[in-house]
């Protein structure tokens, strides 16, 4: 009977650990099938922000965040380029903030439409009304949240429901996190990384070595991580729970050195856009010699880790976003004059 019950024992380790390494799998750069050299079709000349955070498609909108300018979020119909209208200005004022930010994210109360603007390092929440905004009128703040003192600082923040998932960015207890917009309460989510690397590093630049950027599908309610420092890619459900880990090469990486801002460290991948059917993320992949130097390579993944295709540009990529629906990719160019171009996606 010992010996059937030690028997047993064996047989869930091995599956245990089959299921560990069925969770993590390697693409090489020859998995890619599909290569396309991309030219852009169209530049949008006009739109002038010199310092963009985040592009957004949602729907017919084209959204411009712009991290430094005032306003912040700059709203455009997709399909004419003619500005709609303009939020976020910085001041004191009624309707006016500290540091916004928009996600990209809509949602409807009572058959009105919202979306939620956050105050990067206030710790603060507001809902706006969309409308209000489109229609010009001169207030639109409705409710306030505030995030507890232990999450004040996040960033990479998205609305499920009534609930905002994010990262704790200078929390080393806490690396993800669920906040209930109806409680005023949270919930810690996934793990921080251990590894013999990361002991070596100062406990405050732990965060940013070991640093990720987050997008969220909603419709296939998943999470994806882009690691700056690192060569993965990490797809995980709403509960920040690993689901399968992509490393792009045939070992997992640590950087060269334990220095966050070190030249010498490889910077791997840039803001993923998690879609509808695919993965995108920028992909630099060497060290960083030149100031702003940016990317000219998206991979395209499927959501069980499969490399699906590689997109070279033919212009710098500081950010981008995709419209699945409408086969277009939009680039901001990170170059001096900041010029947004257009790329026509091929068919998958």
Known sequence: ??????????????????????????????????????????????????????LIVSDSLLIVQDWLENPRIH?????????IAEYGFIGDGPDEYKNPEFNGQFFTEDNS??????????????KIDANAVFDHKPTARKNKF????????????F??????????????DIKYFNYSLDQNSFKKLGVNSESEFLMKVPTEDKKNIDRSLLHYSEKNDKMVAGYVLYNKIIIMNSEMVEIKTIIYGENENTPNSISPG???????????????????????????????????????????????????????????????????????????????????????
């Open 1 to 54: 009977m010992k010996s059937v019950v030690q028997l047993l024992i064996l047989l869930i380790c091995l599956s245990c650990q089959t299921n560990d390494k069925s969770k993590t799998v390697f693409i090489k750069s020859t998995d890619f099938k599909k290569e396309y050299s991309l030219n852009y079709t169209s530049s949008l000349d006009y739109i002038k922000q010199l310092n963009p955070s985040k």
């Open 159 to 172: 609305l499920k429901a009534n609930n905002i998932i994010g990262e704790a960015v200078f929390n080393n």
């Open 113 to 126: 439409l919202f979306f939620l603007l956050y105050e990067f390092g206030y710790g603060l929440f507001y």
């Open 146 to 157: 505030f995030l507890n003192p232990e999450i004040r600082d996040a960033d990479n923040l």
């Open 75 to 83: 709203f455009y119909n997709k399909y004419t380029h003619n500005k």
């Open 262 to 348: 070190s030249r010498e460290n490889i910077r791997y991948f840039d803001m993923p856009y998690a879609g509808d059917k695919y993965i995108y993320i920028a992909h630099f992949g060497k060290k960083l010699t030149v100031e702003n130097e940016y990317d000219k390579e998206i991979l395209i993944f499927d959501y069980d880790g499969n490399a699906v295709a590689k997109l070279q540009l033919n212009t710098p990529l500081e950010s981008f976003t995709v419209d699945e629906m409408e086969r277009k990719l939009y680039v901001a160019s990170g170059s001096e004059e900041q010029i947004f171009f257009i790329y026509d996606l091929p068919e998958l």
